[in-house]
């Protein structure tokens, strides 16, 4: 991805509308600005949604009920070396 534009008199930017849709920037949208190597890089602030743990928590558990026996700690170590295993990576 990759676009053209213009910075203002007043040290503005404009985002070219297909890169904001691409991304999900959204008007009002909080963005980190950094100097990298010769350019500046533009990164989206995660926002807090402003609820709780507890009240995020009861909100998947609305979406998923876990049936049968907990898995363990192992198993679920071997699950994650799996899944790695299976992208190529070193576990």
Do not use: C, F, N
Not at 2 to 12: I, M, N, V
Not at 46 to 73: D, F, Q, V
């Amino acid at each position: 991805m990759s676009a053209t534009t213009r910075l203002s008199a007043k040290g503005q930017v404009v985002i070219p509308a297909d890169v904001r849709r691409e991304l999900g920037l959204k008007p009002g949208q909080t963005l980190q600005v950094r100097k990298a190597g010769g350019g500046v890089m533009l990164t989206p602030v995660l926002e807090k949604s402003g609820r709780s743990t507890e009240e995020i928590i009861a909100e998947i558990r609305k979406i998923y009920t876990h049936k049968g026996p907990p898995a363990s700690l192992e198993d679920m170590d071997e699950a994650v070396s799996q899944m790695l295993a299976r992208r190529g990576k070193r576990v």
